[in-house]
């Protein structure tokens, strides 16, 4: 009984961690090879919510496909459009179904524009002020892995497919934002806020697509002639030294 009891205990946790795991345990199949993924998206900051925009290219995998599946969860879609006609679609347990004019053909390429709005539950999030920190400063930013980007994007949201991305936020004009690969333009926009258009030029899994947004300040250094900036929320422009000061040696090792 001795020598059985853990084997009990371990076999139940075991069990208890599978069910309270979200992300799915196999791979589903896929109709299509996302390409890339051009993401612009906006904020209400007092209602929490996100308002975007998403343009997939995408190419299918095989002949017959009547119709695009893209995983989305916490928003409304209020416009759905393929090849720049307006399309058809269906939100059902957490799938946005979009359907195709007619079958499509293998290697076909289709883009995708989607616009929607949401208040995500996760994979992205507001750091605002309240009662308890009326100084805190603001931020947003998101985690998708494995599979929480389609909280606040409607994508293929599993690690199985990459592709190449761009985001592009408009923020308050006082915010620092950091996302994928190079920053390419930083723009006035109206209501004094500006846009930020970040190019990630290189494949990666949709849950790597990320940013962070918000009331940051900024030091520059430089490691081997390369560019690296160092970020903390306002206020703590103190501690970035203290911080940040063995970063060099990491990247040294």
């Given at each position: 009984v001795a020598a059985t009891l853990p084997a009990i205990v371990l076999a139940l946790a075991a069990i208890f961690a599978v069910a309270a795991r979200a992300d799915r345990p196999y791979a589903p199949s896929r109709d299509y090879d996302l390409q890339n993924v051009r993401v612009s998206l906006r904020f209400d900051l007092d209602q929490r919510k996100v308002m975007g925009e998403v343009t997939h290219t995408l190419s299918t995998l095989r002949d017959g496909i009547t119709h695009l599946d893209f995983d989305c969860a916490d928003l409304t879609i209020s416009s759905?459009?393929?090849?720049?006609?307006?399309?058809?679609?269906?939100?059902?347990?957490?799938?946005?179904?979009?359907?195709?004019?007619?079958?499509a053909k293998a290697g076909e390429k289709f883009e995708v524009d989607l616009r929607y709005e949401g208040k995500p539950t996760t994979g992205l999030y507001f750091i605002l002020p309240d009662k308890d920190d009326p100084n805190r400063a603001k931020e947003i930013w998101t985690q998708g892995e494995a599979e929480d980007t389609h909280h606040y994007i409607p994508i293929y949201d599993y690690p199985n497919d990459r592709t190449t991305s761009e985001m592009i936020l408009t923020v308050p004009d006082d915010w620092l934002t950091v996302s994928n690969g190079k920053l390419l333009s930083v723009q006035d926009a109206p209501g004094g806020t500006k846009t930020w258009t970040w190019r990630q030029s290189l494949p990666v899994s949709t849950y790597l697509i990320s940013f962070v947004a918000g009331e940051y300040k900024e030091k520059k250094d430089t490691w081997r002639n390369i560019p690296v900036t160092y970020y903390v929320p306002r206020g703590q422009e103190d501690t970035i030294d203290s911080t940040f000061q063995h970063t060099k040696q990491m990247l040294d090792f």
């Open positions: 759905a459009r393929v090849n720049g006609k307006d399309a058809s679609y269906e939100v059902r347990d957490e799938k946005l179904h979009i359907s195709l004019a007619q079958p």
